[in-house]
């Protein structure tokens, strides 16, 4: 069973940064592609960002620039760096991988961003 927990939510100004942190359970990071989602309130839950196993990472086209995911094989956590913030990435951001034919999320780390 994989567990995967998301950390380092908070509130910040708009242009401020943050850092998210996805901490799995046992050794997936080498061997699947991860995810970062978000969930603004009431609307769809959008996907965000992922690191493949190479390395090759993709963002959605509202993050590109100012985010960055990353991973720590050996700590298998994956990061999420979130720079020039605005009000619209207000979210409780999600963590996902996929092993064969199961999906894993963490429970979520809510991001405030005040104008």
């Known amino acids: 069973q994989v567990q995967l927990v998301e950390s380092g939510g908070g509130l910040v100004q708009a242009g401020g940064s943050l850092r998210l942190s996805c901490a799995a359970s046992?050794?997936?990071?080498?061997?699947?592609?991860m995810r970062w989602y978000r969930q603004p309130l009431g609307q769809q839950r959008e996907w965000v960002a992922l690191?493949?196993?190479?390395?090759?990472?993709n963002y959605a086209a509202s993050v590109k620039g100012r985010f960055t995911i990353s991973r720590d094989n050996p700590n298998n956590t994956v990061y999420l760096r979130m720079a020039s913030l605005k009000p619209e990435d207000t979210a409780v951001y999600y963590c996902?991988?996929?092993?064969?034919?199961?999906?894993?999320w963490g429970q979520g780390t809510q991001v405030t961003v005040s104008s």
């Open positions: 046992g050794n997936i990071l080498s061997i699947t592609t």
């Open positions: 690191i493949t196993t190479g390395g090759t990472t």
């Open positions: 996902n991988a996929h092993l064969g034919p199961d999906t894993y």
